[in-house]
């Protein structure tokens, strides 16, 4: 498998303010990062597939200002909740693609804002 | 478009009972398909996958088949332990002109009983 973290696992946010999860890759360089979002009780939701080197693609209604993706190096993709609300507040997960068709996730991170 | 349907739950079974949990998919072409486990406050973890055709999957007791005359990848475990209690996701995985796509089926929630 491929082993990957995120950081933090949660956290707490005021409305407004800005939020930084970071994706790591352990044990495997991932040109191809990919980003979730889960609300509670649902499936997960592809946000955005993030490339190393260039820009990230976005899903079809996923603002791309709002969520912001840098994939900086092959072991480290940032997603940043720029001006965050409530409705922000969910599950996000990250996963990288090691193999053709097989994905390893990471442990998620939880966003509460207040 | 691809899409995958699984059943709802929350399923409830005491310690030892067999568990089926449905899934169907539709999707052109030839898709991989994934059974994937989420532990509460957890990412998600691959629990076994099938790339083609009449392969069976299995794992941790775990099994489903790529049945591609019905269009289903269904569950199955002879019997289950408290420590099942977690939420399934079936999914699919095929590849597109943009790269690899996977998409995710609801989950169904299991409680496994002492």
């Known amino acids: 498998g491929a082993v990957v973290s995120q950081h933090p696992s949660w956290v707490i946010c005021k409305s407004g303010t800005s939020v930084k999860i970071e994706c790591r890759s352990l044990?495997?360089?991932?040109?191809?990062m990919f980003w979730y979002r889960q609300f509670p009780k649902q499936s997960l939701m592809l946000m955005a597939t993030?490339?190393?080197?260039?820009?990230?693609?976005?899903e079809q209604g996923v603002e791309k200002d709002k969520f912001l993706i840098n994939h900086a190096s092959l072991t480290l993709s940032t997603l940043t909740v720029t001006s965050a609300h409530p409705e922000d507040s969910s599950f996000y997960i990250c996963?990288?693609?090691?193999?053709?068709?097989?994905?390893?996730f990471g442990p998620g991170t939880r966003l509460t804002v207040l | 478009g691809d899409s995958v349907t699984q059943m709802e739950g929350p399923v409830t079974l005491s310690e030892e009972a067999f568990l089926t949990i449905n899934c169907t998919y539709t999707?052109?072409?030839?898709?991989?398909l994934f059974w994937y486990v989420q532990y509460p406050g957890e990412g998600l973890q691959l629990l076994l996958k099938?790339?083609?055709?009449?392969d069976k999957g299995s794992n941790k007791g775990f099994e489903a088949t790529y049945r591609k005359e019905t269009t289903s990848f269904h569950l199955e475990k002879g019997s289950v332990q408290v420590s099942d209690s977690a939420v399934y996701f079936c999914?699919?995985?095929?590849?597109?002109?943009?790269?690899?796509?996977?998409?995710f089926g609801a989950g169904t929630r299991l409680f496994v009983k002492a």
């Open positions: 999914a699919l995985t095929q590849r597109n002109t943009g790269g690899f796509k996977t998409i």
């Open positions: 993030s490339n190393e080197g260039s820009k990230a693609t976005y």
């Open positions: 999707a052109t072409g030839y898709p991989s």
């Open positions: 996963s990288v693609r090691k193999q053709t068709d097989t994905q390893y």
């Open positions: 099938a790339t083609k055709a009449d």
């Open positions: 044990d495997f360089q991932a040109t191809t």
